[in-house]
């Protein structure tokens, strides 16, 4: 059975491209997408590379490929795969409440079905935080524009 899992690729050369990742795990699975990042120091030299790939791949292709290239030498550095963490933006966007309409709805107004989200001042559906202070009573905001 083929799932799509998110990979964490530590320990890429500084002049890795996309390219080259997508080439190098296609052997062992369907890559939908590909993502180097590169953090640099304050003169703008290259401190560590790694990367995130979505790949479409089976059980036994995932421990394939982590026999074959974990820890592995690759265009000079030393491969350090895992299972990524879910996205912040791919995690946001699952929890949005697709979709939603609600005509002449006031502010403030509780979405029918989902907890905790409610109708803003422009009528877009947003997600109710609740904040909890030490000792305090909770506190609660609505979030406003994307995601930075």
Avoid at 8 to 36: A, Q, T
Avoid at 45 to 74: A, E, H, M, R
Avoid at 120 to 143: A, D, H, M, T, Y
Wanted: proline letters at 3%.
């Amino acid at each position: 059975m083929m799932l799509t899992k998110r990979l964490y690729v530590g320990g890429l050369s500084h002049n890795i491209s996309e390219k080259d990742l997508k080439d190098r795990f296609g052997k062992f699975g369907e890559v939908s997408d590909v993502e180097v990042v590169t953090r640099k120091d304050e003169g703008g030299n290259p401190v560590k590379t790694f990367g995130y790939i979505n790949i479409n791949i089976s059980d036994d292709g995932f421990k394939k490929c982590l026999t074959v290239l974990n820890k592995s030498k690759w265009k000079g550095g030393t491969l350090q795969i895992e299972l990524a963490k879910e996205s912040f933006l791919h995690r946001l966007a699952m929890e949005r409440v697709e979709n939603f309409h609600m005509k002449a709805a006031v502010p403030g107004t509780e979405i029918p079905g989902h907890k905790d989200w409610i109708v803003s001042k422009f009528g877009r559906v947003l997600p109710v935080l609740n904040l909890k202070c030490e000792g305090k009573s909770k506190i609660s905001f609505w979030c406003f524009g994307k995601p930075h």
